[in-house]
């Protein structure tokens, strides 16, 4: 069964930093594309930033580049999001989402992790 | 980026209604879009791929339309289980965009 499970999320202050992982299971992560993709309270979903299985192809929106770095650890089954200098439009529910094989749609997705950026 | 326009924002509708939600990309995107559903607390859940393509185990009475810059996601018949919040995605190039999403009620 194919699993995503974030952790890492939590209250930090404005300028501060948080590093969101998501643990993979139930099928050969190496193969695939991986995703970030958050949701502020009571807004819609918003695409963060996609890594390639090898980490070739790395992309991010423009709300993040330069602040958030995604990576991801093939042999741990691991996606990390490393966000720094948030401010409080970065509070959401942060998800990690899969992409489908011989498809980019995201076919599985973790349960996500709050992140709420305050002073 | 592409711009994607989605209608409309909320809908209500009865068990049994035909749903139609739609989203316009701002460009031309082919077949690379995706549909999403999403239950309050819930992450999303994919439905459509590749605009018209059914996600193993998802009920028939969803269908997806379209090519270039418009698309449809169709319910045929609305079961209780349907109400929920409907996104598009367009995956033909990054940034990936979703649209604003609609919200489907109880009428």
């Known amino acids: 069964e194919v699993q995503l499970v974030e952790s890492g999320g939590g209250l930090v202050k404005p300028g501060g930093s948080l590093r969101l992982s998501c643990a993979a299971s139930g099928f050969t992560f190496s193969s695939y594309s991986m995703n970030w993709v958050r949701q502020a309270p009571g807004k819609g979903l918003e695409w963060v930033s996609s890594?390639?299985?090898?980490?070739?192809?790395?992309y991010y929106a423009d709300s993040v580049k330069g602040r958030f770095t995604i990576s991801r650890d093939n042999a741990k089954n691991s996606l990390y999001l490393q966000m720094n200098s948030l401010r409080a439009e970065d509070t959401a529910v942060y998800y990690c989402?899969?992409?489908?094989?011989?498809?980019?749609?995201?076919?599985?997705w973790g349960q996500g992790t709050l992140v709420t950026v305050s002073s | 980026a592409i711009q994607m326009t989605q209608s409309p924002s909320s809908l209500s509708a009865s068990v049994g209604d035909r749903v139609t939600i739609t989203c316009r990309a701002s460009q031309g995107i082919r077949n690379d879009l995706g549909w999403y559903q999403q239950k309050p607390g819930k992450a999303p859940k994919l439905l459509i791929y590749a605009a018209s393509s059914l996600q193993s185990g998802v009920p028939s009475r969803f269908s997806g339309s379209g090519s270039g810059t418009d698309f449809t996601l169709t319910i045929s018949s609305l079961q209780p289980e349907d109400f929920a919040t409907y996104y598009c995605?367009?995956?033909?190039?990054?940034?990936?965009?979703f649209g604003g999403g609609t919200k489907v009620e109880i009428k």
């Open positions: 989402a899969r992409d489908s094989y011989g498809d980019p749609d995201f076919d599985y």
């Open positions: 890594i390639s299985s090898s980490s070739s192809y790395i």
């Open positions: 995605l367009q995956d033909y190039n990054y940034p990936r965009t």
